[in-house]
């Protein structure tokens, strides 16, 4: 989110950083939101990762369908998977 309110108030975009890889974990419309600015940022590869299926995801269906024209890969059905040593 703090990201999002930088892009928003940049004068120069060209200027945010932003990675070559950009991963996003939900599927509301603010996840949406990054990963096809992120994508339009100049980022190569852009994941949303979502644990659940299209039709719960908080988006709408023509923000989904946004971000998979723009280049924005969603992978539905992620599990959740804890790091060693962190539960």
């Known amino acids: 989110v703090?990201?999002?309110a930088e892009l928003r108030q940049a004068k120069d975009k060209?200027?945010?950083p932003v990675g070559r890889r950009v991963v996003v974990i939900g599927g509301g419309?603010?996840?949406?939101?990054?990963?096809?600015?992120s994508k339009r940022l100049g980022a190569e590869f852009v994941d949303i990762v979502y644990r659940r299926g299209p039709e719960q995801m908080g988006a709408s269906r023509h923000e989904q369908q946004l971000a998979q024209t723009t280049g924005v890969s969603i992978?539905?059905?992620a599990p959740?998977?804890?790091?060693p040593g962190r539960g």
């Not at 959740?80 to 790091?83: E, F, I, K, P, Q």
């Open 2 to 4: 703090d990201y999002i």
């Open 14 to 16: 060209a200027k945010l």
């Open 29 to 37: 419309m603010t996840a949406i939101d990054i990963a096809v600015q």
């Open 75 to 77: 992978r539905h059905w």
């Open 80 to 83: 959740a998977l804890s790091l």
